[in-house]
């Protein structure tokens, strides 16, 4: 709760100085300005996540502020998923038939599905250089970022009639793996004079010391207390709400 109050403040405080401050035009100044962003991503895995995982998407928000040097910095959270896990087919080997099935508690056949599922939290500071674009607030764009990455495989069950994934005993499969995390960005902002058009795109790395948080892993019989170096590389494309005032018209009288 207390994370919140301080986001919603520091929210504000920029949507003031935004009112105050950003009153030059777009296409003749770099302008102080917050703003909202929506993208989506596809990554790649690296590491000991290749391992694990093959490819995902991924979609997310930030609230970003650039100031009028074009430094930029704010806060940015990820929603990863994906349908490819690799270690599916022997991860429930010690619960299953000869032939691979796991029998419900009706006695028959019990239909399981296996997800990525991933969350990335991260504080973003970087600068953006004005060049190949209409006004000094378009360039490229540089980041880095701090945060939190945190994964798991989902087991879903259909009506959750399988005893042996109810509960804890899921637990015990999930591989619930998270740690600290450094990110990258490199691409390019486009912010248009009339402030109908405005979006970024790149590449970014990911790169995250992490750890099993599970005490057992059900089908290995033991924990697992590796450190982990899991990577993910890939391509973001974002639109952006900027929330500046936009500047009044000039009006020249002879």
Known sequence: ???IKIFLLILCLGLIYDQVSAQA???DSSIYTSMFTGFYGYQFPGGDLANRFGSNSEIGVSYLIKNNNNWIYGLEFDYLFGSDVKIGSTLFTEI???DGEIIDGNGIYANIQLFERAY?????????FPVLGPNPNSGLVIMGGLGYFTHKIRIDVENN?????AGDYKKGYDRFTSGIAVSEFLGYMFMGNNRKINFYAGFELIQAATKCRRDYNFDEMKGDDKNRLD???G???GWIIPLYKRAP???YYY
Request: glycine share 4%.
């Open 235 to 237: 391509i973001k494309v």
């Open 120 to 128: 990335h939290v991260s504080v973003k500071t970087g600068k953006m």
């Open 249 to 251: 018209e000039k009006y």
């Open 161 to 165: 009639t399988a005893p042996q994934l």
């Open 96 to 98: 299953s038939t000869p």
């Open 231 to 233: 990577l993910l590389f």
């Open 1 to 3: 709760m207390k994370k």
């Open 25 to 27: 035009s777009m296409q």
